[in-house]
């Protein structure tokens, strides 16, 4: 390997921290309108009136538009087609667009909305996911308000409880949590001459951004390009949603003729965004009395809010890891994803899985105490291990490295000696340390199988440099530098010479989200692909320049090689212009298909997933008993990536996921009263800083995939997941308390000591 497995430069580092990297909202074009969306205000009710004069007659206002305005389906397509792009007769949710206007400056459009006065007739609201399906409860969708009901059904659980030594059952709350990407919402749409559209925007998934452009629009999809603009960060937050903004500001690019310019400011955007599911978790887990799992049973409510959004295929993922990593025999689970009349909840990082991981992690540690066993202890003998069947029946073949993230993870925070030495300290601050192990199934799995395809091209230009386009985009996780590194290994060039071109929708065909972690295996393989005839073609024309057989020639950082004795014969850049010289196709198009699963929706059986990435975690902390306050001092962090392609990328994905799995644990809470978000900015959501931030100890494993570009496996999205589990059984190792509820703020940890004292 030239560049794969080892450490580069951020293709995308220089142009960010000069400042040159464009966003969406440093764009702008000529005649140029800013948008302003019209939002309910309250949680549930039917629109009476609508009263648009004061703000019509401010200047600079040119258009306002309802839901009688669009001029194809109002409907913003995800999962099931439920969410209209503008509220026609009833609003559901605190935020919900009714109207969108434009004017000639911002400030015009500001004033203007601030003059629209919508009159209702209020409509009984459900804010309680947990009573979505009580026969008294409001209809939100469907008689039980259920978006999707998902099952697992292996063995007996019945039977196994009643020959199980220990049976534990505790419910457990995760909170809403906001992506809190640094940039915020926001797309432009410009019309052109011809009768298409541009859309430029922030945004994970141009493919769902072109159809729901297209479908309010009433125009067939070629009509409507869609080019991604540098991205601040999105995390799940820019999956679906980015297909309203851009929807909001066609509908006005359309109406007026003219470019419409969208962005959110942060109140606006934390408002209506979607969010984590919030969830209610009830576990049962049945035990011999040395320590073997034999049976668990979970029931799983997440909070979907007002529209499905992507929570039907979230649910899929939670009902899949429910029972963790583990071999249990016997296993049964309930998920629900219900309505409520609270913002609707979408894609966030880990996809459903850290909720019911922190309940399932929680109980580990509470039967191995139970048991009079170490936590770890119990994790060693119940994980699964190569051959063994997942929840789903799905055995797993290879890959497996579960078992030497734990063994490093252990070794590394000296696990062994600190939980024998700390959780029996005197005073005011108790040190405590926590574990847990997870696991995360890598790709759209059976549930999003139709989009498990990924396109992409390549082409060498004469003098040697190499320009390539993909249909998944860079969002700050690092996917440009991990696919230049494959390309330049797969043709042999230096890594300076590769070229990733904007991900555009006119360049590539529909390559399914950025989503999954998904990217580094599809696309990557996608590229080997699409690589493959140029190099093929290349070494051929290099085999007519020397005279030796071509299976003996190969390229090598920029130069041609003969691979037996390693003898440099003549620079790349040589055989590209002869190959040019004799009109040879230097470019090719890539496309890869995921390898099949499979999914019983009846019983929740099925090879649910391509792989898993496994990861084990270790937190260390301090707590002080009389104010209730926790503060991480130390977080070891093992993960089975599969194959490191950019190590120090992998390390960046392990420290940035654990922070944000912290701040999930200890301060992160989306407050609502009535319905509405009452802490929709950043100085009263609060979000760990750089204060908080403990020493990170990240450890690359790799057991490499088979069908894996050079073995890699994605993973990251599961370095959040283990982290609150993790930080809660600390807390528990340290004090006594049992937390069954996050974050761990002062006032819960206080709650748990004061139980844990009677």
Request: charged share 20%; aromatic share 6%; net charge negative.
């Amino acid at each position: 390997m030239g560049v794969v497995g080892k450490p580069v430069v951020r293709a995308d580092g220089l142009e960010k921290v000069t400042g040159r990297a464009r966003f969406v909202a440093d764009l702008t074009f000529p005649g140029m309108l800013f948008a302003r969306v019209i939002r309910s205000t309250v949680p549930h009710a039917r629109i009476r009136h609508i009263d648009l004069e004061k703000a019509l007659a401010v200047a600079g206002v040119i258009r306002i538009a309802l839901a009688a305005d669009i001029p194809g389906n109002n409907i913003v397509p995800v999962v099931l087609r439920d969410q209209p792009c503008l509220a026609e007769e009833v609003v559901r949710y605190v935020g919900e667009p009714i109207g969108v206007l434009a004017a000639t400056s911002l400030e015009a459009a500001e004033k203007a909305l601030h003059l629209v006065r919508v009159d209702y007739d209020p409509l009984p609201a459900l804010l309680d996911a947990t009573m979505a399906r009580h026969p008294e409860s409001p209809h939100l969708f469907g008689e039980q308000n259920v978006f999707k009901h998902q099952v697992v059904r292996k063995g007996d659980p019945g039977q196994a409880f009643a020959k199980a030594d220990l049976v534990l059952e505790r419910v457990y709350r995760t909170p809403c949590q906001e992506h809190a990407y640094l940039e915020t919402q926001g797309a432009i749409v410009v019309p052109l001459p011809d009768g298409g559209f541009e859309v430029y925007g922030s945004l994970q998934c141009p493919f769902y951004v072109q159809e729901g452009v297209a479908e309010v629009l009433g125009k067939p999809l070629n009509q409507i390009r869609v080019i991604q603009t540098s991205t601040g960060g999105g995390f799940g937050g820019k999956e679906d949603f980015p297909s309203m903004v851009a929807a909001q500001a066609a509908i006005m690019a359309q109406l007026t003729g003219r470019p419409v310019k969208l962005i959110y400011d942060r109140d606006e955007d934390m408002l209506c965004s979607t969010k984590r599911h919030p969830a209610w978790i009830r576990f049962k887990a049945g035990a011999t009395s040395d320590g073997q799992l034999v049976a668990a049973q979970v029931e799983y409510i997440l909070d979907g809010g007002a529209y499905s959004t992507l929570s039907p295929v979230v649910s899929l993922r939670g009902t899949v890891h429910a029972a963790g990593p583990y071999s249990i025999p016997d296993i049964s689970v309930d998920t629900y994803a219900v309505a409520t009349n609270k913002v609707p909840n979408g894609a966030f990082r880990g996809f459903g899985e850290p909720q019911v991981a922190f309940a399932c992690e929680c109980h580990m540690d509470e039967m191995a105490r139970r048991l009079g066993l170490d936590p770890l202890e119990l994790r060693r003998r119940n994980l699964l291990r190569q051959g063994d069947a997942t929840a789903t029946g799905q055995i797993l073949c290879g890959s497996v490295g579960l078992e030497e993230c734990l063994d490093r993870v252990v070794e590394a925070a000296n696990y062994s000696s600190k939980v024998q030495q700390w959780g029996r300290e005197q005073g005011a601050l108790r040190r405590g340390i926590g574990i847990s192990t997870v696991f995360y199934g890598m790709g759209l799995g059976a549930g999003g199988a139709p989009l498990a395809r990924t396109g992409s091209h390549v082409q060498v230009c004469l003098d040697g440099s190499v320009l390539f386009a993909v249909g998944t985009t860079e969002i700050g996780q690092g996917m440009r530098t991990v696919l230049s590194q494959i390309v330049a290994d797969e043709l042999g060039v230096p890594y300076q010479a590769v070229r990733m071109a904007p991900c555009d929708t006119s360049r590539i065909p529909d390559s399914g989200p950025t989503v999954a972690s998904r990217t580094t295996t599809m696309s990557g393989n996608s590229l080997r692909r699409a690589c493959e005839p140029i190099r093929t073609t290349l070494l051929g024309t290099a085999a007519r320049m020397t005279g030796k057989p071509s299976g003996e020639l190969c390229f090598e950082d920029g130069f041609l090689v003969h691979c037996r004795n390693g003898e440099r014969l003549c620079p790349y850049t040589e055989v590209v212009q002869e190959a040019g010289r004799n009109r040879e196709n230097l470019a090719a198009v890539g496309w890869y298909q995921a390898p099949q699963t499979s999914w019983d929706a009846e019983t929740g059986q099925g090879h649910a997933y391509l792989a898993y990435a496994f990861a084990a975690n270790v937190v260390e902390l301090e707590v002080n008993i009389q104010t209730g306050q926790v503060r991480v001092t130390r977080i070891t962090a093992a993960h089975d990536v599969g194959r490191a392609i950019n190590p120090q990328g992998v390390e960046g994905q392990i420290e940035g996921g654990s922070i944000q799995g912290l701040g999930y644990g200890l301060f992160e809470e989306v407050l609502t009263s009535e319905g509405r978000v009452s802490n929709n900015n950043f100085s009263t959501y609060i979000l760990p800083t750089m204060l908080d931030t403990p020493e990170i100890e990240p450890i690359i494993v790799e057991s490499a995939y088979e069908k894996g570009p050079y073995g890699a496996k994605g993973f990251g999205e599961q370095p959040l997941i283990g982290i609150a589990p993790a930080l809660r059984n600390a807390i528990l190792h340290a004090c006594g308390a049992l937390l069954t509820e996050i974050p761990a703020t002062p006032e819960r940890v206080l709650e748990a000591l004061r139980k844990a004292e009677d």
